[in-house]
């Protein structure tokens, strides 16, 4: 599902672009489709960054039988302003292997005045931004959790009180992406207002939650991807938009 409005341009009332408001996908059985229908037009319909003046949704049918990949294991850093939450993520990215440049790049990418609606590729080393179209993004697409493996995260995320549809999704997305190879690690900035934790994660690292990374009523946020100097973009965008993945225990 994608729903988007308009958003004029501060000089011209003439030009005006789409401006992103939600993005939701998934992977699910056919007697479940109603529900996901309803439940998607219901979140493109109330929305925090806005009334959609659009909504398209696409179903399509998966023929492929699904990959595994296993759920990241999640943690919460301490973190109590954006100008700490800078620091972790330098702290965290530089671990993972990306290199300063490549961290400023992402830093840009995720508070950037428009929010893509789509995630940045960004090359580990030289910071080339590797995605085709870079106002729309890399949308990691054909992705779910098996029955056990969500009522285990289910459980565990209940304990902290973080038990929501959002980090649920998060956690699953974060998961896929970790399991492509090419990947190094993954920073996200929730682009709706009233949002403001994120997260850094990568295989080594796993999920980690980042309290405060922006201030209340920011609309700007965003996804970077950080990808290995010598990766094949074509396949990791392949697999990221394209192959279904079920993440298990
Ligand atoms: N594929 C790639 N990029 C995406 C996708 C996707 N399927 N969905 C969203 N994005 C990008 C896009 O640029 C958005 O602007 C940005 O991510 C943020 O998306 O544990 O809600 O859906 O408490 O606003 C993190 C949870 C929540 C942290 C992130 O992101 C926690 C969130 P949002
Ligand atoms: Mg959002």
Not at 125 to 144: F, K, M, N, Q, T
Not at 219 to 235: L, P, Q
Request: proline share 4%; charged share 30%.
């Amino acid at each position: 599902m994608r729903a988007s409005g308009t958003a004029r341009s501060e000089n011209s009332r003439i030009s005006s672009r789409e401006s992103h408001i939600s993005g939701a996908e998934g992977l699910y059985e056919l007697p479940e489709i109603e529900k996901i229908m309803k439940e998607y037009v219901l979140r493109a319909m109330n929305h925090s960054r806005g009334m959609p003046e659009k909504v398209v949704i696409t179903l399509e049918e998966v023929k492929e039988k699904p990959l595994g990949a296993s759920v990241l294991p999640f943690s919460t850093v301490r973190c109590d302003s954006p100008d700490t939450a800078a620091d972790v993520i330098k702290e965290l990215l530089s671990d993972a292997g990306i290199s300063q440049r490549a961290i400023r790049t992402g830093m840009k990418v995720v508070t950037a005045r428009y929010a893509m609606s789509g995630a940045a590729l960004v090359l580990s080393r030289s910071a080339y931004r590797a995605e085709p179209d870079g106002e729309r993004g890399i949308r990691v697409s054909r992705l779910g959790i098996t029955r056990d493996a969500e009522k285990s995260l289910s459980r565990r995320l209940a304990r902290k009180r973080i038990n929501t549809t959002t980090v649920r999704e998060a956690i699953i997305l974060a998961s896929k992406v970790a399991s492509c190879r090419g990947t190094m690690a993954e920073l996200c900035v929730s682009d709706d207002p009233d949002y403001t934790t994120g997260y850094v994660a990568s295989r080594k690292l796993g999920y980690v939650r980042i309290p405060h990374i922006k201030r209340k009523g920011s609309v700007r946020g965003g996804r970077v991807f950080f990808i290995d100097e010598n990766a094949d973009v074509e396949r990791i965008i392949g697999y990221l938009e394209r192959s279904p993945v079920i993440v298990g225990m």
